[in-house]
């Protein structure tokens, strides 16, 4: 089977010996350890003349996500590919069942020369990039707060990473900015696809009234707002737990609470729990969200900068994820 495996070596856990781990157990694999965008489009442009049937790619969504756009702007087939969980949220990772990397590296190995289960994921299109999820809002603000904070840890770098780290930003910086800031902005939600769905208090789909083309969805405050094609955000949490309720369509989540009532509710909203007040549910094929004032936005973990208009859409291919959970089921290392 023709593998090329990518690490990078800035995700939270890439490191050299991984790449040598891999050139161990996979040694007919092509293997880059990239430190920039850059090194990793030189070796997409190398990729084009003999596309992999299956490409593992160590780091976080961030990465996933810049590999994806990279494939797709060069023109090279999307390749199935297994998320290596060298990252900090790694969203994917969890929602496939990804092992710790050495294990991953081994099943794969001990399965042979075919390609492992499979699992179709579509993808959420924003300014004709990809993602498994894209939003604005207080999750933006994290993870720009997250990095920030990183960056001016010093010698506590290590510690102030991971999970601990994200709560520490978010608790610190995030949450403060909002009780002594603007408060929210609000949105105007737009379908701009066929009728939108919606999702009852029992979890069931309910075609949603007045949700033809066109038609305004919702207007109103908005903590987070966003769409995804996969259940988590990274860290166990369920920011769209239905996103694959409603299939070809993408899952668009409105938060309309304030900073506070969302911080009292953060591990119902954590677990995904619904219903939950001032949480809005629409399953659509295209939308636009317009501001009242600019907001940070974010494409799987890397913040883009701030917008006053968004428009998503359904993108038209899908991407295959290397299915961990089932592949743990067919061999044993």
Known sequence: MNIAVLVNLRARKGTEGMGGLVKDLLPRARVALTRSLDEAREWV????????????????????????????????????????????????????????PQVALKQIAAYGERLPPLRPFSLVRVEGRVAPFAGTGWDAEMIQDFKNQ??????????????????????????????????????????????????????????????????LLYQGPAGVAGAATTPEWGFGFKAFPFAQA????????????????????????????????????????????????????QMGGDVLGMRRSLEFDLAEENVNLVDWRRLSRLVAV
Do not use: C
Request: hydrophobic share 40%.
């Open 45 to 100: 442009d190398q990729l084009r003349h003999d596309p992999p049937s299956l490409l593992l790619a160590g780091g976080g969504d961030g990465t996933i996500t810049g590999l994806l756009n990279e494939l797709r702007s060069q023109g090279v087939a999307l390749p199935a590919i297994g998320v290596l969980p060298l990252g900090t949220g790694n969203a994917w990772a969890r929602v496939t069942g990804a092992p710790r």
């Open 150 to 215: 990183l960056a001016s840890a010093g010698p506590l770098k290590k510690a102030q990473s991971g999970l601990r780290g994200y709560l520490g930003a978010m608790f610190t910086r995030t949450v403060p900015r909002h009780l002594f800031g603007e408060g929210n902005p609000n949105v105007s939600v737009y379908n701009l696809g066929a009728s939108a769905l919606t999702i009852d208090a029992t979890g069931a789909v309910r075609p949603l009234p007045n949700g033809g083309e066109g038609q």
């Open 246 to 297: 409603v299939p070809h369509r993408l899952s668009v989540r409105v938060y309309g609470a304030g900073v506070m009532e969302a911080t009292r509710n953060m591990f119902r909203l954590w677990r995904g729990e619904h219903p939950m007040p001032r949480m809005h549910d629409f399953f659509v094929e295209r939308l636009r969200m317009d501001f009242d004032r600019e907001v940070p936005f």
